[in-house]
């Protein structure tokens, strides 16, 4: 009897450890010692955005990747403990629900109706939906002025819906999978303007391949809050990332990051709205 009484107790105690360690796993995938070691985290980024987030070979670039590295980092995750996913506008909601990231940083733009799936941090940066447009055009100056005109813009993005819900009826939209294609399009002579927020826009001009062929209109009609879109019922994690942005801000990273990532472009953010202050997580 004792002997039996004293493997029950053995077992106890070990299911007690297993669920010790289970309750203190956060973010990302965990199996490691308490240094961080074995410790990894999934963060969805875009691939094909210059300057914000950009995959040449095995490296990627670009602001939201680098403010996702800061804020990896107060959360315990080295560089090397990050991999990157990239996340098309249409499918950054499906990606946290199914959990194939663990964050998303793809200017990832803040809005009520995306609240309802999803969690937001944030926001870490605001920039305003403008257009691009070739570098002779002289008659595009703004939205009103796309009447009759052919525009593309990236399925899923908040760029197309706000052009399908507010000008969609004189407007010609053609919606493509990534930027890329857009500005291909634009270059090639297929559509007269390409929207989507007014730093990404900036970003695509001023590649080699572009620069010189295409222009940013310079007059944004929208403020656009992004977000690191997280799962929902994420409120412990969306506060310690809201700390790390505000600590990203206050020690000066935040604007070396931004001049890092616009160096040449021409582009300035808005300096009413950035930094900005950070939403309360719900």
Same mark, same amino acid.
């Given at each position: 009897m004792r002997k039996k009484l004293t493997g029950l107790v053995a077992l106890a105690?070990?299911?007690?450890?297993?669920? $010790? *360690?289970c309750s203190s796993a956060s973010v990302g995938s965990s199996g490691g010692s308490s240094d961080g070691a074995g410790k990894s985290i999934k963060i969805g980024v875009k691939f094909d955005q210059p300057g914000l987030g950009y995959q040449d070979g095995s490296k990627h670039t670009g602001f939201d990747v680098d403010v996702a590295t800061y804020v990896a980092e107060k959360l315990g995750y080295k560089p090397s403990q990050i991999t990157w996913v990239e996340s098309p506008s249409a499918q950054r909601e499906q990606m946290l629900q199914n959990h194939q990231v663990d964050m998303i940083f793809a200017t990832y733009s803040i809005t009520d109706a995306r609240k309802q799936v999803v969690d937001f941090a944030g926001p870490y940066f605001v920039a305003g939906q403008d257009l691009l447009v070739a570098s002779n055009n002289t008659d595009i100056t703004g939205p009103e002025s796309l009447e009759g005109k052919n525009l593309c813009s990236v399925t899923g993005s908040? $760029? *197309?819906?706000k052009i399908k819900d507010q000008?969609?009826?004189?407007?010609?939209?053609?919606?493509?999978?990534?930027?890329a294609e857009c500005v291909t399009a634009l270059v090639a002579g297929q559509v007269d303007a390409v929207t989507t927020d007014?730093?990404?826009?900036?970003?695509?001009?001023?590649?080699?391949a572009n620069k010189g062929k295409v222009k940013v209109v310079g007059h944004p009609f929208s403020t656009e809050n992004y977000g690191v879109g997280l799962p929902k019922g994420s409120k412990a994690t969306c506060e310690k990332v809201n700390a790390a942005i505000k600590s990203m801000i206050d020690d000066g990273t935040w604007q070396k990051l931004v001049d890092k990532n616009t160096a040449g472009t021409g582009y300035t953010p808005n300096?009413?709205?950035n930094p900005p202050a950070q939403d309360a997580c719900a």
């Open positions: 105690a070990t299911a007690a450890l297993t669920l $010790s *360690a908040t $760029s *197309a819906q000008y969609s009826k004189g407007v010609n939209l053609l919606e493509r999978p990534g930027y007014d730093i990404i826009l900036a970003g695509l001009a001023a590649t080699p300096k009413q709205e």
